[in-house]
Nanobody, 123 residues
Framework: QVRLLESGGGLVQAGGSLRLSCAAS????????MGWYRQVPGKQRELVAS????????YIDPVKGRFIISRDNPIKNTVSLQMNSLKPEDTAVYYC????????????????WGQGTQVTVSP
């Protein structure tokens, strides 16, 4: 059983910072891409940032220069999102996402989601 456990959400004033973390646990052979998505009520979930096992990153335009995604330990089963200069429009539920294989031969990657963590930015 694979789980993604998120932490670090909360309430912050505009201009402030928060750091989200997500740890993958369970029967894991290899983790491919990891990422953070966000969703506000009435809108589709959108990719915020992603990172490959080699450290290549991708960001949506609204967060470029403000958010930094990283994989934080040698095993690279933890992904973090450092969010700086937060804006009210960053308010959303943030979800961790990862492609993980559990089998010996690692022939199939399954996609997993965390439970979500609320980020609220006040004006």
């Amino acid at each position: 059983q694979v789980r993604l456990l998120e932490s670090g959400g909360g309430l912050v004033q505009a201009g402030g910072s928060l750091r989200l973390s997500c740890a993958a646990s369970g029967t894991i052979t290899r983790i491919n891409n990891m990422g953070w998505y966000r969703q506000v009520p009435g809108k589709q979930r959108e990719l915020v940032a992603s990172i490959t096992p080699g450290g290549n990153t991708n960001y949506i335009d609204p967060v470029k220069g403000r958010f930094i995604i990283s994989r934080d330990n040698p095993i690279k089963n933890t992904v973090s999102l450092q969010m700086n200069s937060l804006k009210p429009e960053d308010t959303a539920v943030y979800y961790c996402n990862a492609d993980i294989c559990s089998g010996y031969m690692c022939s199939l990657f399954n996609n997993y989601w965390g439970q979500g963590t609320q980020v609220t930015v006040s004006p």
